[in-house]
């Protein structure tokens, strides 16, 4: 298991009654970027937040970049970059102040001013958080992630309410944190997203992987679109999987 | 739900696939470089996450102009007000009230004259208004003798009762036994706006404490930025220990305002070692600071919180002496309203600014606060929520 950035056996957790994850099994290798896919209340989020160690699975395996939560949380905490659904930071204070004070948690990383060229907010240094756009708050919302220069990055639904040129942007971003050597695991509900980010993609839908694999092979798995007015997407393969029936919540 | 195209979801031993580099167009690449690993350094003073975690905090409080005036300005408006409705005692004459016409005329003759009397009409339908309403003190009916109507249980209605009988009787020519020798002190710092001042310091030290801590917890944790802060590597006590120390550094702004204003406006003598008044005040604000950190260790909501605060808060105003002295109630409760950390606060503050009391004097009250500091404190970093 030790050459894996992360990998978790039997996961199990449940609210009360409710299953949010059911014997999950999963392995994200160094250097790819695995994306979780599901509908709302798969259990994706909650996937991810046991392995990020802020919340403990009833029981299961976890090990990311070879330690585990229990033994090693400090010194996991240093190497990890952890992006959450629906953070808001704090409005009174500048994207340089938010910044400073997460760079102060690590005891290495990178300089503020290559976090702000990374993410290209150098012009709106002394703005406060609560005037910058969606776009730009996520891309805050990443650099706060990177500050430590993370070995392993967990995004929680990194573009959910961007508008198509954000996106890419932070689209871009990831390519960039890959192609050093990073390690990225997602989740999202864009299947373009997963598709053109991810190496390979796992399924949820009530706290079981129903499908994995790579993008492209699980589309060919599919076979041709019983609809043909266009060719085969990833979206075609999820909503194969996961039904056309709304979901609550 | 399973679909026979797809592979049971065995995912360990995956070989990695090759997918095609995708081409961004239309965005310039920007530089994600290897990180240089100078230009910031945790070890220097700024970049400590206690220094950065208090500095984040202050500058979230100083940015919001109507926090900065509930802690500034209010206790001043408070203390001005207080001063005009409440003026100095000594010279305040009681007001007597008479019947208007010929019936009276005696009575108001003779009372005229005297120090210390004033006198107003009052007709009789409206006598127990008046009275009620405090207008006048006593009211003197023209009988023989006179007939007095006050309120015994007020204290300047019995003031009024025997300021007029030694005027009336004197009049009637009862003879003095003697005449003492009358030597009046102004006894500084026994004025009501005097023995007020360290109240109202201590109702400030208790309410921004409280207030400002919970309230930021409270909101950090609805936007979900608690849970984002232990997501880092953040020492948890360090957040809650920032809170804290933001708080201290306003503290001798808010202590000194109230203080030089009262001195300046009221002339009020201020006897107390300053170094005395700061260690009173800051022991103080570290443990409602804590109080109020306890509260806002579950509270999810801005509902919730104010709920709590003002379930806290409210029995203290009463009872602890803010703007009537806690000796009013009965014995049988002293010992309660004592262990409370706002009757201790301003307790230790009234003996160091009026009396002049040093540290040891007040040694007792800082006790008392040291273990509402200490036991909330701790209780807290057990009990809080960072989700």
Known sequence: MTGNAVSCAQLRKSYGDVVAVADLTLSVQRGECFGLLGPNGAGKTTTIEILEGLLRPDAGEVEVLGLRWADDGPELRQRLGIQLQETQLADKLTVEETLRLFRSFYTRGRTIEELLKIVELESKRTSRVGRLSGGQKQRLSLACALAG????????????????????????LLEQFRSRGGTILMTTHYMDEAEYLCDRVAVVDQGRIIAHGAPKELIARLGQPKVTTHHGTLEDVFMALTGRHLRDE | MSDPNVDPPVVSGFSRTSLDPPVVSGFSRTSFDPPVVSG?????????????????????????????????????????????????RADRPVAVGLYPGAATESLRSTLKGSHGITIRDVRPDDERRALREGEVNIVVVP?????????????????????????????????????????????????????????????????????????????ARMRKLLKRMVASPMRRSEYLLAQLFARMVFLPVEVLLPLIFAVVA???????????????????ALSFGAIGLL??????????????????????????????????????????????????????????????????????????????????????LKLFSWR
């Open chain 1, 149 to 172: 220069d993370p070995d392993l990055l967990f995004l929680d639904e990194p573009t959910t309410g961007l508008d198509p040129q954000s996106r890419r942007q932070l689209w871009m």
């Open chain 2, 40 to 88: 910031f350094s945790r070890t220097s003073f700024t970049g400590r996450p206690l220094v950065q975690l208090t500095l984040a905090r202050m500058r979230e409080f100083i940015r919001e102009p109507e926090a900065v005036f509930w802690t500034f300005g209010f206790p001043i408006v408070v203390s001005l007000a207080l001063a005009l409705a409440f003026p100095s």
């Open chain 2, 143 to 219: 009988t023989t003798p006179p007939t007095y109507r006050f309120d015994p249980a007020r204290e300047e209605s019995r003031l009024a009762r025997a300021v007029v009988d030694d005027v009336l009787k004197r009049a009637a020519g009862r003879p003095e036994p003697w005449t003492a020798q009358e030597q009046p002190q102004e006894v500084a710092g026994s004025r009501y706006i005097d023995w007020f001042i360290p109240g109202l310091i201590g109702m400030g030290i208790m309410s921004n404490g409280m207030w400002g801590i919970g309230f930021g917890i409270v909101q």
């Open chain 2, 266 to 284: 009221f002339g009020m003598p201020v006897n107390g070692s300053a170094v005395t008044i700061t260690v009173v005040a800051l022991i103080g």
């Open chain 2, 295 to 380: 509260l806002a260790s579950r509270a999810r909501t801005i509902e919730a919180i104010s709920g709590l605060m003002n379930l806290v808060m409210l029995p203290m105003w009463i009872v602890s002496g803010i703007f009537f002295s806690s000796a009013n109630f009965p014995a049988a409760v002293q010992p309660f309203i004592h262990a409370l950390p706002l009757t201790a606060l301003i307790d230790a503050l009234r003996a160091v600014i009026l009396d002049g009391a040093t540290l040891a004097g007040v040694r007792s009250e800082l006790l008392v606060l040291t273990i509402w500091g200490v036991v909330p404190f701790f209780t807290s």
